[in-house]
DNA sequence: TTCTAATTTGATCATCCACTCAAAGAAACC
DNA sequence: GGTTTCTTTGAGTGGATGATCAAATTAGAA
């Protein structure tokens, strides 16, 4: 994979998988399909991949980095806007995003402890945010509001997924108000 | 399907189905895996069921009404308490309920509907209780609060079933606290 | 016990899927 | 233009899976 037209067919067979599998799911998604999706065929895939998994893993890492934690710096309102973007701005990848944490997460050791990492590290990032703007808080209790305001969060960012008239960022907003 | 035996072979059908779908995941259930837990042959297997697909809906539908709503004199404490109680004590029942409410509800229509059909009888029944409570609340605070509150167990419940030392129960507790 | 209907057996089938490979074609560098 | 390396083609392979079926066995009612 060194030749322009290589890495022109991998984005396209990326982009292919992380559509199939937003719409279909991980079992789904079959080689046949996604080779039709990016205008391939089978042989070209294996020439850049070595097997559907690795395509697969690669779509899935880089939907677990686009939730990822960014700025250490930013507020709780800031931390929850930006999640609701990503949300609403890509949803084939946080439709990734949501089967691999709950499927995988649930069925597969290592996406389990990297999904647990993830979520370590969110709560440490929006933890920052709620000490720096309530100083007076106690520890226990930043630990308590951090985990409601994450899980309740990803609840409402799946139901987003399933109803798209759910109005996500009104609700996400509203969850600063209640434990503000 | 009208002696005992067949009967008791069902239920180990069933029984075997949902406990590979909670350790496996949907797709990757075969039917080869079932008969093998339920010490049966395949052909047993199409004796009693037309096909995997029956068999699993039939583990879904039960593990959705599992989740279900009971009694519409519950107060909050209780509801939060019955979730929390149904997903540390049906642990496969609570996985299978929600790997079909992601993977299924994201790719697949009619779970989709089914899925927030459910929702919406929650948010009626933890609104019934809330206003029971707080009678002065007004109707879009309530249903914030409602939201918010499902949303929150549902994230939490996730997070348990990744991490069993999660504690579930003081966390959604906690939850009341915030929001009551 | 006898008879019928339900159940079990296990070989068999058709289909789909991930993956291989050798040959032909295109891209980049001299 | 010549050479090398990368890319594409597409038929083909092996294996797994869901499902079928006729024959053998067993449960239960009369």
Chains 1, 2 share one sequence.
């Not at 990848?93 to 499927?103: E, F, G, H, K, Q």
């Amino acid at each position: 994979m060194r030749y322009r037209v290589g890495l022109e067919t991998r984005t396209r067979i990326l982009e292919a998988t992380r559509d199939l599998v937003a719409a279909q799911g991980l079992e789904k998604t079959t080689i046949k399909a996604i080779c039709e999706k990016a205008g391939i065929l089978v042989g070209s895939f294996y020439n850049l991949f070595q097997s559907k998994e690795e395509a697969i893993l690669t779509v899935v890492a880089d939907a677990i980095r686009a939730v990822g934690p960014d700025d250490g710096e930013a507020t709780l309102h800031e931390l929850v806007d930006a999640y609701v973007d990503f949300v609403e701005n890509s949803e084939a990848t946080a439709r990734v995003y949501l089967m691999v944490a709950v499927s995988g997460g649930l069925t597969d050791e290592a996406i389990r402890a990297r999904m647990l990492r993830h979520h370590e590290r969110r709560i440490e990032l929006f933890g920052r945010a709620l000490r720096a703007a309530r100083p007076e808080m106690g520890e226990d209790e930043v630990r308590q509001r951090v985990e409601s305001l994450l899980a309740a969060l990803n609840g409402m960012a799946f139901h987003r997924l399933l109803d798209p008239s759910f109005d996500f960022r009104s609700y996400a907003r509203g969850l600063l108000q209640i434990g503000a």
